[in-house]
């Protein structure tokens, strides 16, 4: 009987002092949890007690500590880009309103010839039609990048696209002299997607190789294994430096400064959005003196 009176108070004591050094460990977590609070510690928490449970409670309060600081990064990142898409969106409407006005307002005068105000007119007209299309490629963005955008998706003929895609732009080509190369694999090359969007990305990616290109333009569709690229490749006078590829498809990124009437700088965001709805891939590369833009997709099934 006394021995059991002996092993029962040593059980007692045992789980007393455990208990009271497991209590010591939760206050010295709730200390370190409220100085990370109160923004007086930045480290995670520091678990001194060797016990299965305690440690798996720490590591779940690191776990949850690096979901709140990451979530705090991006929502920061998002709060920036928002400001700096406001601007660019406050600069880029008012460029064109102001030119407009200017232009409207020299009409008006007296003192112009019939042919001075026929050319001003055709320049304010050209304005209006720079500033519609700023607007819908804003509207288009805005739409796309909305959780509520659904894609419809269907087997798609890719190669068929593509070549439908380089014809319907055969006036463009023919404008700026220019007779694209055309290398499209044999045969037929599916994609499960959805067609207005992939008709999107082409249509955006040949009309910027066209607006900056040197001279040359080449298209290009081929299967790597479970995968087809389109690439979209055009000579440059620009380095990569000059480019910057790290910023190319960020929102009103122009590259080429000199020809920022030409573009509203939202095309290629378009198109990574587009791809990033679609599952798929966009990057850009630089190599002897050429830009080269490469969809990926999964083929079908």
Known sequence: MLIIILILIIVIV???????????EIKNINRQLASYNDLKIEKKIDINLIDKHI?????????????????????IRSDNELKKAVANISHDLR????????????????????????????IAIERSKHLEHLI?????????????????????????????????????FKDVHIEPGIDIEMGNVFIDSDRDAVWRVLENLLSNAIRYSDGEVSVSLKKHGDYVHISIENSTRLTAKEMDLELFFDRFYIADQSRTHQSTGLGLSIVKSLMEKMDGKIKA?????????????????
């Open 285 to 301: 590369s630089y190599g002897k003196e050429k830009l080269t833009l490469t969809c990926i997709w999964r083929l079908a099934d």
């Open 14 to 24: 045992f789980l007393s002092i455990r208990l009271f050094t497991i209590s010591g």
């Open 95 to 122: 460029t064109p309103l102001t030119s407009i006005k200017g232009y409207l307002q020299m009409i008006e005068s007296s003192n112009l010839t019939e042919g001075k105000r026929h050319e001003y007119l055709s």
């Open 136 to 172: 819908n490629d804003f509207f288009e963005l805005s739409t796309i990048e909305s959780p509520d955008y659904k894609l419809n998706e269907e087997q798609i003929n890719l190669s068929q696209l593509v070549n439908e895609a380089v014809l319907s732009f055969y006036s463009s």
């Open 55 to 75: 440690e798996t409670l720490g590591s779940e309060i690191n776990r949850l500590m690096d979901h709140y600081v990451n979530s705090n990064r991006e929502k």
